[in-house]
């Protein structure tokens, strides 16, 4: 106990896997927890700490860690990860559609191209219907550009451009606060100042 907060354990050994990804579901109040090394689960962990697992038999996207996940439109994205390389795709699970006996995840197209190779441990957050990811490594250099990816629901598609940039850095984590945007930690090579500053941008449009 330190200046009146408690940490309280969920669990212990529930699941097993690392690099996994989690959202906040506010219409459900329930934390989503995706993806890990052995396979592709979902788990809820809702408002009263306990946790229950999602059955449903999965399809696409392949399994995979460090991937990022956000809500937008009710739908949970699931944007980029790694297996044995990056992988730069987008996913879409609309839960609210999705039947008792399964959870199908539909591919996104990206207009601008398959030219792209893929980040990996990068954040994303969502925003007034579009979703927002920062940083991660390509290879083995840190990425510091925000990028928007548009969201065009009628086609499934999506438009991904930069519109800030910050010090590159992996496994940094985001939070959006009265359109303020936050980037907490990360790591780099070149700069141990990342692991502990915070950046704010002056507004998300």
Same mark, same amino acid.
């Given at each position: 106990? !330190?200046?009146?907060?408690?940490?309280?354990?969920?669990?212990?050994?529930?699941?097993?896997?690392?690099?996994?990804?989690?959202?906040?579901?506010?219409?459900?109040?329930?934390?989503?927890?995706?993806?890990? +090394? /052995? $396979?592709?689960?979902? #788990?809820?962990?809702?408002?009263?700490?306990?946790?229950?697992?999602?059955?449903?038999?999965?399809?696409?996207?392949?399994?995979? !860690? /460090?991937?990022?996940?956000?809500?937008?439109?009710?739908?949970? #994205?699931?944007?980029?990860?790694?297996?044995?390389?990056?992988?730069?795709? @987008?996913? $879409? &699970?609309?839960?609210?559609?999705?039947?008792?006996?399964?959870?199908? &995840? @539909?591919?996104?197209?990206?207009?601008?191209?398959?030219?792209? !190779?893929? !980040?990996?441990?990068?954040?994303?957050?969502? *925003?007034?219907?579009?979703?927002?990811? #920062?940083? $991660?490594?390509?290879?083995?250099?840190?990425? $510091?550009?925000?990028?928007?990816?548009?969201?065009? *629901?009628?086609?499934?598609? *999506?438009?991904? +451009?930069?519109?800030?940039?910050?010090?590159?850095?992996?496994?940094?984590?985001?939070?959006?606060?009265?359109?303020?945007?936050?980037?907490?930690?990360?790591?780099? +090579?070149?700069?141990?100042?990342?692991?502990?500053?915070?950046?704010? @941008?002056?507004?998300?449009?």
């Amino acid at each position: 106990m !330190t200046n009146g907060y408690q940490w309280t354990q969920v669990c212990s050994d529930y699941w097993y896997g690392y690099k996994q990804a989690l959202t906040w579901n506010p219409a459900a109040k329930q934390v989503i927890v995706y993806g890990q +090394e /052995s $396979g592709q689960d979902t #788990f809820f962990i809702n408002s009263d700490l306990t946790i229950t697992p999602d059955k449903r038999p999965l399809h696409p996207p392949p399994a995979r !860690t /460090s991937t990022s996940i956000a809500i937008a439109g009710n739908i949970l #994205f699931s944007y980029q990860g790694e297996t044995s390389q990056a992988i730069p795709d @987008l996913w $879409g &699970w609309n839960m609210q559609t999705s039947g008792p006996n399964n959870a199908t &995840w @539909l591919a996104w197209s990206n207009r601008l191209g398959s030219s792209y !190779t893929g !980040t990996v441990q990068s954040d994303m957050i969502s *925003y007034n219907g579009n979703l927002y990811e #920062f940083g $991660g490594m390509m290879g083995s250099n840190c990425q $510091g550009a925000l990028y928007r990816l548009t969201l065009n *629901y009628s086609d499934m598609s *999506y438009i991904r +451009e930069p519109v800030a940039f910050l010090l590159g850095r992996a496994g940094a984590r985001l939070v959006l606060v009265d359109r303020q945007l936050y980037v907490l930690g990360g790591y780099c +090579e070149d700069s141990v100042t990342a692991w502990e500053a915070w950046y704010a @941008l002056d507004s998300i449009s």
